[in-house]
T-cell receptor
């Protein structure tokens, strides 16, 4: 079983609709969860971080976390063609005594917004 | 723009050669993490440097080594290059406060022939 699993897609959504991206993880001690957006040929760009169960909203983006089900999702409302990219789910590995989180990434979901 | 820079942007090497990739962290950040991203895959953690010392390593062989300087910039060295080392190499900097978000540089694309 992979540590972080995402549906690789491609996921195709019409412009203006809600895009729903899902991610499951296997390490129950994980505490930090991130969604990154990556355009083709570019580096990952942070979209959202979430640490507590429930929803976190930022503009058109909503991250949802359910630690009991080991599940994290990203909703994109009013999808725009510029949202077409690969979305990477990342989860911290272990609890560092110092330094930063070591992130484990899923393979990414390729999202296409159709005008 | 994250303030994290990497050089070079692209590199072509042949099998068996050695390569050094460089990363300048965002101002004030003392932690640099390196990731390898193969085509169509998510980034994989190579290792992390915190205040000039290695602070954790992923499942990569010893021919992947690194360094962090007093100004917190960092180098990734790969010896005896193999074809499978062809990938996008990403560095990410952070404050090192455990929950702090990591910000990625633009990456170095390495092609091994």
């Amino acid at each position: 079983q992979k540590e972080v699993e995402q549906n690789s897609g491609p996921l195709s959504v019409p412009e203006g609709a809600i895009a729903s991206l899902n991610c499951t993880y296997s390490d129950r001690v994980s505490q930090s969860f991130f969604w990154y957006r990556q355009y083709s040929g570019k580096s990952p760009e942070l979209i959202m971080s979430i640490y507590s169960n429930g929803d976190k909203e930022d503009g058109r983006f909503t991250a949802q976390l359910n630690k009991a089900s080991q599940y994290v999702s990203l909703l994109i409302r009013d999808s725009q063609p510029s949202d077409s990219a690969t979305y990477l789910c990342a989860v911290n590995r272990g609890r560092p005594l110092q330094g930063a989180q070591k992130l484990v990434f899923g393979q990414g979901t390729r999202l296409t917004i159709n005008p | 723009e994250t303030g994290v820079t990497q050089s070079p942007t692209h590199l072509i090497k042949t099998r068996g050669q050695q390569v050094t990739l460089r990363c300048s962290s965002q101002s004030g950040h003392n932690t640099v993490s390196w990731y390898q991203q193969a085509l169509g895959q998510g980034p994989q953690f190579i290792f992390q440097y915190y205040r000039e010392e290695e602070n954790g390593r992923g499942n990569f062989p010893p021919r992947f080594s690194g360094l962090q300087f007093p100004n917190y910039s960092s180098e990734l060295n790969v010896n005896a290059l193999e074809l499978d080392d062809s990938a996008l190499y990403l560095c990410a900097s952070s404050l090192g406060t455990r929950q702090e978000t990591q910000y990625f540089g633009p990456g170095t694309r390495l092609l091994v022939l």
